[in-house]
């Protein structure tokens, strides 16, 4: 499988040649990421596989009395941002 390219942010150099030619209609207009729809079906599914069986793995690794921690130290944190919300 060839490698991925980094995610590297264009300069600004690159920015104002793109947005040069999408003015002048010699390049297509670059969508906003909250308007872009199309999405890697793969990384999608293998995502959402992740989710389902996460939680419920972690659940199985960990102790009762750690569980119990956890669950504790996040009803904390619920009960602190409610009082300072109120």
Do not use: C, H, Y
Not at 61 to 73: E, G, Q, T
């Amino acid at each position: 499988m060839p490698k991925k390219p980094a995610k590297l942010r264009p300069d600004v150099a690159e920015t104002a040649f793109r947005v040069m030619q999408e003015a002048t209609g010699q390049a297509a207009k670059t969508l906003p990421p909250s308007e872009r729809t199309e999405k890697n079906r793969d990384a999608v599914r293998r995502g959402a596989s992740g989710g389902k069986k996460g939680g419920k793995a972690r659940a199985r690794s960990l102790s009762k009395a750690k569980r119990s921690k956890i669950a504790r130290n996040a009803a904390s944190a619920r009960w602190k941002r409610n009082e300072a919300e109120g």
